[in-house]
């Protein structure tokens, strides 16, 4: 069996029977009370105290800086969560296995094992979720202030992640975002945000290379600390409080794409808060 530690990042103490039969490493984030079998990223070197602001990304964080000195060489390492689950096998599309999964069954989906497919590859994203074919009335109701400045910037043709993004989470802050990042990449994930309509889901990922790890996790810090002096943490509503979040689902697929070669792997949504199973 190929080598691998998964760790699964949840806010509640009651997924941790289901975690050890799979052998998930159960990761406590936000100020929910854990047992002592877990895993939180309050400890040691860490910036827990932005977990609501940065969502995933504090445990990403303590996972840089304690952990990742650690890896086997070959390892895969990947990260996944109480509500999106990684498939076991890519024969169904991740909105497909959303419609069928359920508390039955659910066990049979969720991956176990690194599949065959992924032994030439370095990297493996969530599949891309497409951003254009909006409904009018999901227009009328979040950007209509952008619809009525300039309508055509809803046609399927100028629909992109930067529009998404301007539309439900604020304009312009994305552009401000991009301007404090570094010269190398700036220019490239700014192209990147205005010429692809679809992005890499739920900020999760596997990589079985230290140095990929370590470059991303740099990178992508380097980053958020800088978006922080123009963007602060003055953010309400959930369409504003994980900003930093959210700026870093779009940046994973771009960087590991530009510097990697990743493969494109099914997300399926399961909340398993609301839908208690077994495995």
């Known amino acids: 069996m190929i080598d691998r530690k998964i760790f699964c990042m949840c806010l509640h103490n009651h997924h941790l029977e289901n975690l050890k039969k799979i052998n998930y490493i159960p990761v406590g984030l936000g100020q929910n009370k854990f047992s002592n079998d877990w895993l939180r990223d309050?400890?040691?070197?860490?910036?827990?105290?932005?977990?609501?602001?940065?969502?995933?990304?504090?445990?990403?964080?303590?996972?840089?800086?304690?952990?990742?000195?650690?890896?086997?060489?070959?390892?895969?390492?990947?990260?996944?969560?109480?509500?999106?689950?990684?498939?076991?096998?890519?024969?169904n599309?991740?909105?497909?296995?959303?419609?069928?999964?359920?508390q039955d069954n659910f066990g049979d989906y969720i991956l176990r094992d690194i599949p065959n497919e992924w032994n030439n590859y370095e990297v493996i994203l969530g599949e891309e979720i497409n951003m254009s074919n909006w409904k009018f009335s999901k227009i009328l109701k979040h950007g209509k202030k952008k619809f009525l400045l300039n309508p055509f910037n809803f046609l399927k043709s100028n629909q992109n992640i930067k529009l998404q993004f301007d539309v439900f989470h604020g304009d312009n802050i994305l552009d401000k975002a991009i301007d404090m990042l570094n010269t190398r990449d700036r220019e490239d994930f700014?192209?990147?945000?205005?010429?692809?309509?679809?992005?890499?889901?739920?900020?999760?990922?596997?990589?079985?290379?230290?140095?990929?790890?370590?470059?991303?996790?740099?990178?992508?810090?380097?980053?958020?600390l800088e978006c922080?002096?123009?963007?602060?943490?003055?953010?309400?509503?959930?369409?504003?409080?994980?900003m930093y979040a959210f700026l870093a689902e779009r940046y994973l697929g771009f960087w590991f794409n530009k510097y990697a070669k990743p493969l494109s792997w099914p997300i399926f949504f399961f909340d398993t808060n609301v839908n208690r199973v077994k495995i």
């Open 93 to 102: 599309k991740s909105d497909e296995i959303t419609k069928i999964v359920n």
């Open 228 to 242: 922080e002096k123009v963007i602060g943490f003055d953010l309400h509503g959930y369409s504003k409080k994980r």
């Open 42 to 91: 309050n400890t040691a070197d860490h910036i827990s105290e932005k977990n609501q602001f940065y969502g995933e990304y504090t445990f990403y964080y303590w996972f840089w800086k304690n952990m990742l000195n650690k890896k086997k060489d070959k390892e895969w390492i990947g990260f996944t969560g109480y509500r999106y689950h990684w498939s076991q096998t890519n024969n």
């Open 190 to 224: 700014r192209k990147y945000v205005t010429t692809k309509n679809s992005f890499n889901r739920e900020n999760l990922f596997f990589c079985n290379s230290k140095n990929l790890l370590h470059n991303y996790f740099q990178s992508v810090f380097s980053w958020l």
